[in-house]
């Protein structure tokens, strides 16, 4: 017996290298096929049963009759088949080779951009080997395989002479007759199949999240063009690496091995539960999603664009102005349902309590808000950058009981990009400081976690989404007379004098609290003060959180357009 894996790979830069939402669309739809409906009907070709729709791949991999245990005399076995990755048994050789040709060529032919690798096993006995170890050992063997063979940008050479892709800038395979330009475009092989396949990608998304997304990509593409602000969000379940990395260990502390007694019985449980925990994931994201999208002010956002969707990987293009809205609601509602004990059985919370010590998951989020033209692979990167200065609350997640599990928690970063003079996250944070350093002008990231669910660690104070919304309210509070509070002219001086230096903050700050009662709750720091100390830094430093609040207030609900919008200082 042998377990064959597929894993794409570079798939950001296959998806978001272009800036035309079509090729988005229909990337991401060829790296969901690839790894869900390529691999089914390729089995199916081997086993000569019938193979699922595209929308049926979680019931076709469910049924013992069309997806049956390998151990009982099956040719293969799918155990997980999700966008971009697929885990398969097969019986012998022979057919684990053919299975992955059948999706390697078909990948070659049908998304020629599309960089996808398959890797067999070496034999091993079902009834003698953990499979889960086979599993490990093959994720090991797949990078060096994945070097030592020619990446997709291989499969393109042009020459001087010839034509070149007005979208992807790759040597041109086809003259596209149905662009709207009365020329010809020309198109390469890459653009033209994600092109094909972007209908496809529309109708599914719209399957999963209904009104959430255009009837057309047409529409799609009109709303877009029509934004002020355009946010990339980029989000990603915490710790989840590490579970499947201890899935074995993990399922013995759940009570997950349904009294299995030999290698045999424990495998058959390891892979029933992987594949029930996989499915659970997809059904997690995609109901996390929907609740996000109905929670929001005036129902579905017709220009919601979900790019990716796959596994706990979530990308979506929205209205740069519910953008931090949507992403906080998401991460909410994905921890809320992460505890649901009727999805899949319940078998995310009971891993999660083996893993965590807690019911439920915990993801992050990062939300880059640009202007609509701002090329998606650049705010796609500063999205993910986001999303890993997020993460960071996993290292201050500890109960401080001396317990070494981190407890599951959800943080969001964001940043508006007003200027393109430098666009990696480092750069931009570094303009956000004062004082050779010892000054941060920003709090972020934010933690959206229920207070009640977060450890009592002095890094989460002052960090709570709740206190952002506070400073929001304050700097949007209208009188009885529809004027603001905190007048626009004092805010600004306020502003400016951040990036002055701490000192000039605090004494612009004691003078707007001397005229303005409420501006006092705009304070971070003891006795009022603008600033406080960071707890877990190395040196001293103090941050603020009043230019997140600046920030938000125009692209959260409780705010609204108003002078806070006026660019930060960093980026004048």
């Not at 790894?35 to 009907?41: A, D, Y």
């Not at 003698?128 to 170890?133: A, E, G, P, Q």
């Not at 603008?530 to 190395?538: K, R, S």
């Amino acid at each position: 017996m042998h377990l064959v894996l597929f894993e794409t790979s570079g798939n950001q830069r296959y998806i978001f290298d272009t800036n035309k939402l079509k090729v988005n669309l229909g990337a991401s739809e060829l790296t969901a096929q690839a790894g869900s409906t390529w691999v089914l009907e390729a089995v199916t070709k081997l086993t000569g049963i019938s193979a699922p729709t595209p929308t049926g791949v979680a019931d076709h991999l469910c049924d013992r009759t069309r997806n049956p245990p390998i151990e009982q005399g099956g040719v293969a076995e799918v155990v997980v088949a999700a966008s971009g990755k697929a885990l398969v048994l097969v019986a012998d050789r022979d057919r684990a080779e053919q299975l992955v040709w059948k999706v390697t060529s078909r990948a070659l032919q049908q998304a020629p951009g599309l960089d996808i690798c398959g890797v067999i096993s070496e034999p091993f006995d079902w009834n003698l080997t953990s499979i889960h170890k086979v599993s490990m050992q093959l994720h090991r063997d797949l990078g060096p395989v994945r070097v030592n063979r020619g990446g997709p940008q291989l499969r393109f050479p042009g020459v001087p002479i010839g034509a070149r892709c007005t979208t992807s800038g790759l040597p041109a395979a086809v003259l596209d007759r149905s662009a709207p330009d009365p020329v010809p475009q020309p198109r390469s092989a890459a653009v033209s199949a994600a092109l094909a396949a972007a209908d496809a990608g529309r109708q599914r998304m719209q399957q999963l999240l209904g009104d959430g997304v255009a009837p057309t990509i047409d529409e799609l593409e009109a709303a877009q063009e029509h934004l002020d602000w355009l946010g990339v969000i980029h989000a990603d379940g915490n710790g989840l690496g590490s579970v499947f990395v201890n899935f074995d260990t993990l399922l013995e502390k759940a009570g997950l091995l349904n009294g299995a007694t030999n290698t045999a019985e424990r495998n058959r449980a390891y892979v029933n539960s992987l594949r029930s925990f996989s499915l659970a994931l997809n059904d997690l994201v995609v109901q996390a999603l929907n609740d996000a999208l109905a929670t929001q002010v005036g129902g579905a956002d017709r220009s919601l664009v979900p790019v990716v969707l796959g596994g706990d990987d979530v990308t979506v293009l929205c209205d740069g102005r519910r953008a931090l809205d949507l992403a906080v609601t998401y991460l909410q509602a994905f921890e809320r349902q992460s505890a649901d004990p009727d999805l899949r059985d319940g078998i995310i919370p009971r891993i999660a309590q083996a893993a965590f010590g807690h019911p439920r998951l915990g993801a992050c989020a990062g939300v880059a808000i640009v202007k609509p033209h701002y090329p998606f692979s650049a705010a796609y990167d500063l999205a993910e950058e986001l999303t890993a200065s997020a993460k960071q609350v996993k290292l201050h997640a500890r109960p401080g009981d001396g317990s070494h599990r981190v407890t599951p928690c959800s943080a969001v970063d964001f940043h508006v990009l007003y200027d393109v003079a430098a666009t990696d996250l480092k750069t931009l944070r570094e303009r956000m400081s004062t004082d050779t350093g010892t000054t941060r002008l920003y709090t972020r990231p934010y933690v959206v976690t229920p207070p009640e669910h977060r450890p009592s660690n002095a890094w989460f104070e002052g960090r709570g989404w709740e206190h952002l919304e506070a400073k929001v309210r304050v700097l949007t509070e209208k009188d009885g007379e529809g004027r603001p509070v905190l007048p626009r002219s004092q805010i600004h001086d306020l502003r400016s004098g951040l990036f002055v230096g701490k000192d000039e903050a605090e004494f612009r700050f004691l003078l707007l609290k001397t005229r303005y009662q409420s501006a006092k709750h705009l304070a971070d720091g003891p006795d009022d003060a603008l600033f406080t100390d960071e707890p877990a830094a190395p040196a001293p430093l103090a941050r603020t959180s009043l230019l997140d609040a600046m920030e938000a207030a125009e692209f959260t609900g409780l705010g609204s357009r108003s002078a806070t919008t006026e660019p930060a200082g960093e980026d004048r």
